[in-house]
T-cell receptor, first 112, second 112 residues
């Protein structure tokens, strides 16, 4: 069974640009959650999508958005990038609420 | 962002020693998860706990879900060099979908 895949693995952008990251969950999983990981703030929840609907949202500005497609693949978008958006962005795949979640390898974003 | 209180922040131990780390929260959680992360990778699930008082083992790893539902600990017995990494606890609250709140991590270093 294939694991969680994230693309791209690495990305370099400049301030003011926007970026789209992609996550394909484990086959059969309908929940995709996104997290931002930085040395200073640790792992912080961005949002969760379940069956194409946003189910939960963390405390991030509106520049961070996401969506989920009918095949459960999810994308997150960050507009008007800031230096502080440099981080490892992780997605986690899960089933119904409360089930175990599995993480992908992450996308490392560097904003210059 | 909100985080669980995880301690210790780092440990430098001799191969063969046992290790213990714990997480505490001011909030009640319905699920506790323990992950290990190695450089350049996403967190890998080690143990999942779903019931207060539950004690679960996975090889040399043992974790417990605290009776108060506000804490959890992870023990590693007879540590080996490949145990090196950062260990994270994560909790899922009631009505939170699959949203996880993470501890700050415990960096484990093992001296052969």
């Amino acid at each position: 069974k294939a694991g969680v895949t994230q693309t791209p693995r690495y990305l370099i952008k400049t301030r003011g640009q926007q970026v789209t990251l992609s996550c394909s969950p484990i086959s059969g999983h309908r929940s995709v959650s996104w997290y931002q990981q930085t040395p200073g703030q640790g792992l912080q929840f961005l949002f969760e999508y379940f069956s194409e609907t946003q189910r939960n949202k963390g405390n991030f500005p509106g520049r961070f958005s996401g969506r989920q497609f009918s095949n459960s693949r999810s994308e997150m978008n960050v507009s008007t990038l800031e230096l502080g958006d440099s981080a490892l962005y992780l997605c986690a795949s899960g089933g119904l609420a409360g089930e175990t979640q599995y993480f992908g390898p992450g996308t490392r974003l560097l904003v210059l | 962002g909100q985080q669980l209180n995880q301690s210790p922040q780092s440990m430098f131990i001799q191969e063969g020693e046992d290790v213990s780390m714990n997480c505490t929260s001011s909030s009640i959680f319905n699920t506790w998860l323990w992950y290990k992360q190695e450089p350049g990778e996403g967190p890998v699930l080690l143990i999942a706990l779903y019931k207060a008082g539950e004690l679960t083992s996975n090889g040399r790893l043992t974790a417990q879900f605290g009776i108060t539902r506000k804490d959890s600990f992870l023990n590693i017995s007879a540590s080996i060099p490949s145990d090196v990494g950062i260990y994270f606890c994560a909790g899922r609250g009631n009505n939170a979908g699959n949203m996880l709140t993470f501890g700050g991590g415990t960096r484990l270093m093992v001296k052969p």
